[in-house]
C-alpha cells in the first residue's frame, strides 16, 4: 500500500514563494502521474499541476501558471511544487495525489488513487 506524505506548508506574505514537498513510499507504488491539488474554505478540491511521473510532461491550472513549477526526483520517489509571487487567493490545504492508470485526464482526482492527508498553505496580505 502506498503512502503519500506531503510537507513544507505554512504562513508567508503575499509575493512570498513556498516549496512543497511529497515523498512517496510502498514497494510497489509506481505512479503513472502525480498531482498537486488544493482546497479552500467552503470550496471544492480543484487541480493545481501534474507530472508525468516517467517522461516529466508537465500541467498547470491557469490560476497558478506562470508562478508553480511542479517537478520530480525519480529517486527519491518524491513530487515538489515550487510555488512562487503567492497570492491570498492561494491560501488552501495541498493534497499530493498519485494516478497508477493510463487511463483518464490527469485534471480529474477521481483518477487519482493515492492521496496525502493535505498541508495547510496560508498567505497572509
Known amino acids: 500500500q502506498a503512502q503519500l506524505v506531503e510537507s513544507g506548508g505554512g504562513l508567508v506574505q503575499a509575493g512570498g514563494s513556498l516549496r512543497l514537498a511529497c515523498a512517496a513510499s510502498?514497494?510497489?507504488?509506481?505512479?503513472?502521474?502525480m498531482g498537486w491539488f488544493r482546497q479552500a474554505p467552503g470550496k471544492e478540491r480543484e487541480f493545481v499541476a501534474a507530472i508525468y511521473w516517467s517522461l516529466g510532461y508537465t500541467y498547470y491550472a491557469d490560476s497558478v501558471k506562470g508562478r508553480f513549477s511542479i517537478s520530480r526526483d525519480n529517486a527519491r520517489n518524491t513530487v515538489y511544487l515550487q510555488m512562487n509571487s503567492l497570492k491570498p487567493e492561494d491560501t488552501s490545504v495541498y493534497y499530493c495525489?498519485?494516478?497508477?492508470?493510463?487511463?483518464?485526464?490527469?485534471?480529474?482526482?477521481?483518477?487519482?488513487?493515492?492521496w496525502g492527508k493535505g498541508t495547510q498553505v496560508t498567505i497572509s496580505s
Open positions: 510502498g514497494r510497489t507504488f509506481s505512479p503513472y502521474v
Open positions: 495525489a498519485g494516478k497508477t492508470d493510463v487511463g483518464g485526464n490527469v485534471y480529474s482526482q477521481e483518477r487519482y488513487d493515492y
